[in-house]
């Protein structure tokens, strides 16, 4: 078979032959979102459509699939609701987007629902279905797209959470694999969508002092935080089958860690990249049970859906390493958690000391920054002297860059967009995920201690047994950094 035939036949939707990968330049020709009732629906997806179409970046049908009992009209008002709580309605946009939605109404077992959609599809060859739905669904809509004629030639797009363990998310790729080729799956992780979380590869890479110092010959530890000074609100039933680490640390915040850990790539094509973050990942043992701390802020039982003697947590503290060359030796601090003092998200690289005449007491440690949000941040921890009589030294930041990101693109927008053009660089890939899961298994299985902490506190007092040498850096938020933050929303 000819390269061409096997290009056509997976034009038709026909697998290629094993072994052999094609890349897909095709533009979905239709956006189907499964979950278009729900809350993020209602919270993300509405307002990246409305961005997608004002930007141009969105002129195909986008058919919203829920079983509310809903018709089309109600799904535009629900819309025109989203946009007015989450962004703004930009009216010409809002209408173009209303121009392009269509509704179809059932439940995800029953097949009628499928071909009801295959209808609504009319003349569309290639579309993609984002399952904006709960991951027990995923399995029951991925067969009845494939029964009802409507997987051929099309991409599946599927939200987080990506499995409940290591085995879960096995079972999962199982599932999405049987109908789909890697190539045409696109799980989401929402903070590859962010601008200052691929920044932090431009920053390595295109700069080549970074290459420099950005290693253990220079780098001491590395700390990541992810603190949000808010608790579950709505979401205690969801959260309490979750916890902090399936929630932001397994995903989230282990892509920030690639980002900042990874070779560079030998091409800049998807797979190239994937791989070295793939391979950050292979290179980090399983976290130790001695290197976890895990809190629950009091008051959390009450909460709404979490049971009351809920064992889950909204706080951790780890420690890991990455066994690499460019790596081992480095801690890597990892802590995140609920109803802690600031929303902030930062990572921070401490450098090791100088050997100088100086004493050590006297010197703080250089870093460098990275601020994710509420601002956005890059900047180097440096000595300089304060006073020459007193002979005194200060420690002073260099900021790169203190972006308030206006008009920047939400990760949403960018995330469907990309995944609509077949690019998979922001997203998950099998092997990825089946590594990242692999990593916080045996902590999720452990029956480990769970700390109470006070609201608007750091954390436990226990986490005291997993705390970088020289404590935590607690980033603060003042007045400049919100208001960078508020022109920014
Ligand atoms: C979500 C988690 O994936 O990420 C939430 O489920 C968390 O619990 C959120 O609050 C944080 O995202 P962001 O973009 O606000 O930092």
Redesign the pocket.
């Known amino acids: 078979m000819s390269l061409v035939d096997i290009w056509r036949n997976r034009q038709r939707g026909q697998k290629p032959p094993k072994g052999i990968k094609i890349m897909t330049t095709y533009h979905s020709d239709a956006l189907v979102f499964f979950g278009a009732t729900g809350d993020l629906a209602y919270k993300k997806i509405f307002p990246a459509l409305q961005g997608m179409v004002k930007r141009g970046h969105l002129n195909v049908p986008v058919i919203g699939v829920a079983k509310a009992g809903w018709n089309l009209d109600q799904l535009r008002a629900r819309a025109h609701d989203s946009l007015e709580k989450h962004g703004g309605v930009d009216p010409g946009a809002f209408e173009k987007l209303s121009n392009l939605l269509r509704y179809v109404d059932g439940d995800y077992q029953d097949l009628a629902t499928f071909t009801t959609l295959r209808k609504e599809l009319r003349d569309a060859h290639h579309p993609a279905y984002y399952l904006a739905i709960p991951p027990v669904l995923f399995e029951a809509v991925v067969e009845q797209l494939a029964k009802s004629n409507c997987s051929k030639g099309a991409r599946v797009i599927v939200e ?1 959470p990506f499995g409940h363990d290591l085995a879960s998310a096995r079972e999962l790729n199982k599932v999405l694999l049987g109908m789909f080729d890697e190539a045409d799956i696109f799980r989401i992780d ?2 590859l969508g ?1 601008q200052p979380v691929s920044n932090m590869l431009v920053f390595r890479f295109a700069n080549s002092f970074a290459e420099a110092f950005w290693n253990r010959n220079y780098i001491d530890s590395i700390h990541i935080t ?1 603190a ?1 000074n808010f608790g ?1 609100e709505d ?1 205690g039933a969801f ?1 309490d089958q ?1 916890g902090t680490v399936r ?2 640390v397994q ?2 915040l282990f892509q920030v860690l690639s980002n900042l850990a990874m070779e560079p790539p030998a091409q800049s094509d998807s797979e190239s990249q994937r791989d070295e973050k793939v391979k950050v990942l292979k290179a980090i043992p399983p976290v130790e049970v001695k290197n976890l701390v895990r809190g629950q802020f009091r008051g959390y039982r009450d909460e709404k859906g979490v049971a009351k003697d809920s064992q889950t947590e909204t706080f951790v503290a780890l420690k890991l390493e990455i066994d690499s060359w460019r790596w081992k030796g480095v801690p890597v601090y990892i802590r995140a958690g ?1 109803c802690l003092p600031v ?1 902030c ?1 930062e990572i921070v690289g401490k450098f090791r000391k100088p050997p100088t005449l100086i004493p050590d007491s006297v010197l703080t440690a250089n870093h460098l920054r990275f601020r ?2 509420p601002d956005v941040t890059i900047a180097m921890g440096m000595m300089l002297l304060a006073s020459a009589e007193a002979m005194s030294l200060q420690a002073r930041e260099m900021v790169a860059s203190r972006d308030p990101h206006s008009g920047e693109m939400d ?1 949403y927008e960018r995330l469907l967009g990309a995944a609509m053009e077949g690019d998979a660089t922001l997203f998950a890939r099998e092997d990825y995920v089946e590594e990242a899961w692999r990593i916080v298994d045996p902590i999720l299985k452990e029956k480990t201690p769970i700390y109470p902490y006070v609201p608007n506190t750091w954390g436990p007092e226990q986490v005291d047994l997993v705390t970088p040498p020289g404590g935590w850096d607690n980033p603060s938020v003042g007045q400049d950094e919100l208001s960078l933050a508020k022109q920014a929303a």
Do not use: W
Request: zero cysteines.
């Open positions: 987080k929402h903070y962010k992810m949000e579950v979401r959260y979750t929630d932001v995903n989230h609920k929303t998200t994710l949000n990760a």
